[in-house]
């Protein structure tokens, strides 16, 4: 869904995909849940970025996604479910094939962190795979760089871990 760059500087706590209960009126005592007659997908897997605008050149330039959406999320009822007073959030989602990937950008942010490393626990990564990972690799921008060279593993599969321009772990994989 596309919205226009009014829609972007709303300030609403209604998402463009109709998610986010803007009224604040649900019942939280409903019996909808996990076991309703709603079946359980995965709708997004969202990242807090430093620099909207350049993380979604590197997920779109990059790893080949596409814009679906560009949208701001503020007030009480959004600083509530974020637990931060006075927060707001820049939004993209992008349709990276079978998924969405949600960058957030707030303001204000919290202090930074070092990336997590994937044997530590909370370490975490997202995966995407391609067509030719040796390709893609040596067609990298600069400031992006591989872990190490693409390597075949055990169980067949050819991949490679960068970093995004935030630091987090993005796994390239050829399926």
Known sequence: MSHSDSDADSDSDARPDGDADPDGDADPDSDAGPDSTVETTMHHTGLTVSDLDRSVEFYTDVIGGTV??????????????????????QFVHIDVGDGRL???EYEPTD????????????????????????GLVDALPDGIDPLSEPRTTASGT????????DGNLVELLEA
């Open 68 to 89: 679906e959406s560009r949208f701001s999320v503020s007030g009480e009822a959004f600083e509530t479910v974020v637990g931060s007073e006075g927060v707001s959030g």
């Open 102 to 104: 949600e960058l957030v």
């Open 111 to 134: 202090a930074s962190r070092e990336p997590a490393t994937l044997p530590q626990p909370g370490g975490t990564h997202l995966a995407f795979s391609l067509g030719n990972v040796d």
């Open 158 to 165: 050819r991949l490679v871990f960068v970093r995004d321009p």
